[in-house]
């Protein structure tokens, strides 16, 4: 058998090698669930698009993600033809499915004739020797799996997030861990009465209870909110821009709540009236445009006139 693996991330690379799985390895380098995604069916314009706003609010260099991103995904096209199976690895959390559909749609679009394509449910915590037992317990997925995660990649592209509210409620075949991981990223449009995040609430209701420095409130979040798989990356971004905004600030290497910060948790302040979403995206969704707010109070989005 012909094996083509995607593994998500570098991380997992070296497990892999070292649990002695047979097949050619595909990394996937991207972060899809941060910034923008544009809706359409061309591949090329699609990662043009990518690589722009990635290097103009990410700081990523186009040549960069040209290399490790779209060079790397080149092997599909490469070993998929000749593959006899594809086998995604993959965890449950929202950075990893959204990567994972976007695999799929790249899977779909670039090759003619498409393998026997199968997950892994992988585990946050694991070791080389459970690869081997992961692999075994693969799932094989089906035609309906395939529309399914096409459909997905197709709503988290588009302008408006109703169509993914509407699919965080459904059964999605195999894809089981599709729903829950679209029911967090919703939480993370601006709450409808302190817009904030779901992250950023987080992050002050942890300030509020004393001081920390930068790693040990990352490591409670990684610890709290498990489901968001977020890298320091992605929270060293949003944790400047809380800075830039003025509701934590930076002490002696600590990260402090500011009265502002205290404000805006007690519904006294908006956080959106300090901090700019010209460049911010959900996916397809421009925040600065968007009318959509989180509304904890029925676990749902709702609209508002802007």
């Known amino acids: 058998m012909s094996y083509l693996h995607v593994l998500n991330g570098d991380a997992t690379l070296t497990l892999f090698k070292q649990s002695g799985l047979p097949g050619d390895v595909v990394i996937c380098r991207e972060m899809m669930c941060e910034g923008k995604a ?37 092997k599909i096209d490469h ?44 585990p946050h915590h694991r070791q080389a020797e459970d690869l081997p037992g992961l692999f075994e317990k693969r799932v094989k997925l089906q035609s309906e799996d395939l529309t ?27 894809l089981v861990h599709i729903p829950a991981a679209l029911q967090a990223h919703l939480k993370r449009f601006p709450d409808i009465t302190t817009g904030l995040s779901i992250i950023e609430n987080y992050f002050l209701l942890r300030l509020m209870l004393g001081n920390y420095r930068w790693y040990d409130l990352y490591m409670l979040f990684w610890g709290e909110l498990e489901i968001y798989g977020f890298s320091n990356f992605q929270l060293d971004i949003l944790i400047n821009r809380m800075v ?55 676990e749902g989005l709702v609209a508002i006139i802007i």
């Open 38 to 74: 544009k809706y359409t069916k061309d591949l090329i314009t699609f990662f043009e698009s990518r690589a722009k706003h990635l290097e103009f609010q990410y700081g990523i260099d186009k040549q960069t993600y040209h290399i490790h991103v779209m060079q790397e995904l080149e």
């Open 79 to 122: 070993f998929g033809p000749t593959a006899d199976e594809i086998i995604l690895w993959f965890e449950y959390d929202l950075f990893c499915q959204i990567n994972m559909l976007f695999i799929l749609h790249y899977i779909i679009s670039r090759l003619e004739i498409i393998p026997p394509i199968s997950i892994v449910d992988l």
């Open 244 to 298: 830039r905004s003025g509701v934590i600030e930076e002490q002696d290497q600590m990260l402090k709540i500011t009265s502002l910060g205290r404000e805006i948790l007690g519904e006294e302040e908006n956080y959106l009236d300090y901090i700019s979403m010209e460049h911010r995206w959900l996916g397809g969704v421009r925040l600065a445009n968007t009318p959509w707010r989180w509304d904890s109070s029925i």
């Open 148 to 174: 399914m995660a096409a459909d997905v990649w197709d709503a988290w592209c588009l302008d408006t997030p109703v169509v993914l509210e509407t699919i965080s409620k459904l059964s999605t075949g195999n």
